[in-house]
């Protein structure tokens, strides 16, 4: 029997309200401020239902229906000389509405401008492939399967690409826990030395914020700085913001006379 945990709330937030600025959402610019992005709308709106169309960061975005993805697509290279499909992902929105969001990032080389096509699916809808129309869908299809679970309808070769095919849950999904789960925790251990040496090695560390102080290979800490490799002290050294001598031009400054404010001014 898997370990059980709460799966609603394991994604880290930021908390540090005081030290990060919250970027508002960028604006969203009406589609005949730019009269090439009109005239590739109006062409698509003659052949398909355009949800939404609008202009963000100098890109055109629109919203299509799922079953259109291929004709909006192949239309887009044969029609609109969009040539180059760049990127194609998923975002999870499954807490919030239960979908996936699917977008293709576009690049037309002739007219010099980017395109995103977006579509909504359900968590166990699945869409057709667009290898065949650019090939550069291969491995970006198959890496939205292995890290959401999106299933691609016609792929060649619908298999995982950076994870084993064994692999429990999709890394990428909002309820996946950054540490893994118990089983991901053991999984090279299992694998590659079996799991009777679970005891002699121990379980896989996955926290990526850990930081062991008495690790002097991998770590420096500020005032405990010792060479690499060497043993682990807490005795504090006192450095100096430049070396012995320092440059004749800059006046030298010294750790002691810095100061450190209690709060923003």
Not at 71 to 83: G, Q
Not at 158 to 168: G, Q, S, V
Not at 236 to 258: A, F, H
Request: hydrophobic letters at 35%; charged letters at 30%.
């Amino acid at each position: 029997m898997r370990k059980y945990f709460d799966k609603k709330n394991v994604q880290p937030k930021a908390y540090y309200t005081d030290r990060f600025h919250v970027v508002p959402q960028i604006p969203k610019l009406s589609v005949g401020t730019d009269t090439i992005f009109a005239q590739d709308v109006q062409d698509l709106q003659a052949n398909f239902q355009i949800k939404e169309a609008y202009i963000q960061r100098d890109q055109l975005v629109i919203y299509i229906n799922p079953q259109d993805n291929i004709a909006v697509l192949t239309f887009l290279r044969d029609k609109l000389s969009y040539n180059f499909l760049s990127e194609m992902s998923a975002i999870d929105w499954l807490a919030k509405s239960g979908e996936f969001e699917i977008f293709y990032q576009m690049l037309s080389t002739s007219k010099k401008k980017r395109m995103r096509v977006k579509f909504f699916i359900k968590e166990k809808e699945e869409i057709q492939t667009a290898c065949h129309i650019y090939k550069s869908a291969d491995w970006a299809e198959r890496e939205v399967y292995d890290m959401f679970g999106v299933r691609i309808i016609g792929h060649p070769y619908m298999k995982r690409i950076l994870l084993p095919d064994d692999w429990h849950d999709y890394p990428l999904r909002k309820t996946y826990p950054l540490q893994g789960d118990e089983e991901a925790n053991w999984y090279e251990i299992d694998h590659l030395f079996g799991k009777e040496y679970r005891d002699v090695i121990g379980p896989e560390e996955r926290d990526a914020a850990k930081i062991l102080k008495e690790d002097t290979h991998s770590y420096v800490r500020i005032n405990h700085e010792v060479g690499f490799g060497e043993p682990y002290s807490e005795e504090k050294v006192q450095t100096d913001y430049q070396e012995e001598g320092g440059i004749l031009i800059v006046k030298k400054l010294k750790k002691s006379d810095s100061k450190i404010l209690k709060e923003r001014r």
